[in-house]
């Protein structure tokens, strides 16, 4: 059984949307677990939190964008 190497994370070069998880991530203090052991290395509870507070902010940035027009 052959693990698969992850490649390291360039922080510079990820999609507004990976960089949102990675910094709730961060907020949670969980960004060195990711960083070191991946993403699969979370609990369902964690992962759940960081997908929670995703949705969240979308819908934060939704509502103030439509005040905003």
Known sequence: MSKKKEKPIDL???TPE???KYEIAEELGLLDK???EGWKSLSS???GRI???I???RRETIKNNRNIN
Do not use: A, M, N, P
Request: no cysteine.
């Open 12 to 14: 510079r070069r990820i």
């Open 51 to 53: 997908g929670g507070l």
């Open 18 to 20: 990976e960089k949102l």
């Open 45 to 47: 509870k964690e992962t």
């Open 34 to 36: 990711v960083l070191s």
């Open 55 to 57: 949705t969240k902010k």
